[in-house]
């Protein structure tokens, strides 16, 4: 494509429906409104061809054949097998507490696609010369490295009930500036109920009122697909899973210097638990 001269950056909001989930990306480019409506399609364009080939609930996608046994791993795309691939290592990395395999054996990799494709789609943006923006993926976040606004660095965190219950709102906020954290995704069962499997011992999480009870993971991260497959491995591992981020977290440290993850974690009877480092990421009043 042929992409007119830069210009003084103007904003743009481009929302998308695809996997059944709202895409939503915020920003300011530098180039045409046209050379920018295109790229975001294109952008779109890979989150609609995951949709595709990864989706459930379409019979006739690849996974959905696979799942029936009509199909092989070799015989689908590509890709199928990279993310097969790139699930067996997350579970090596979350001591199994994240896995793409149900209890009926099947392979589900819903937990890593949605926001692997997004990480994609914000990727080609950035290739494409648009580096000031945001990108919200159903919820989980991804703030692009060149953004410019204050704004655009604070992320809210709802409260754990549905958007549609009478106290849904905000729980608190969290400003990702002057940190190497670029991402957060959340699980819990507050919009979709009981959805995600203990891979350990099988069957459904419940999402029951049990004040011990996870109701809700936030993680933070550098990467996205990494804040949601911790988010999901998370809330698997129950209570347990704030000593084991903190280990990972001090892990990042010995490697990189700094801690790689947080997370904020809310129990059914309103408590909150925290890994150590996330006490610094709550956004200061103006």
Known sequence: MNKQSPHEPKPFEH??????????????????????????????????????????YKPESPLSRLARGETSVAECPPV???IWDACEAWEKVTDGWFSAFTPQHTFDPSGIVKTWAAKRAAEYVAEQGIIDFTLNAGGDVLISDGATEAVDWRMGISKPVSIAADGAGVL??????????????????????????????????????????????????????????????????????????????????AETGTRTIEALFVYADGQLAATDGFVHLFAKAD
């Open 172 to 253: 608190t906020v969290v400003d990702l500036s002057d940190t190497a954290f670029r991402a957060m995704a959340t699980s819990g069962s507050a919009e979709r109920g009981s959805h995600i499997w203990d891979p350990k011992f099988g069957g459904l999480i419940a999402a029951d009122d049990k004040p011990e009870r996870l109701v809700q993971v936030s993680v933070i991260a550098r990467d996205l697909v990494t804040a949601d497959v911790w988010a999901t491995a998370a809330f698997a591992e129950g209570e347990r899973a704030v000593e084991h981020l903190n280990r990972v977290a001090e892990a990042g440290r």
């Open 80 to 82: 199928v097998n990279q």
């Open 15 to 56: 929302i998308e429906l695809a996997m059944g989930t709202g895409f939503s990306f915020h920003g300011r480019s530098s180039l045409s409104d046209s050379d920018t409506s295109i790229i975001l399609n294109q952008a779109c364009a890979i989150l609609h061809e995951a949709d595709r080939i990864f989706s459930l």
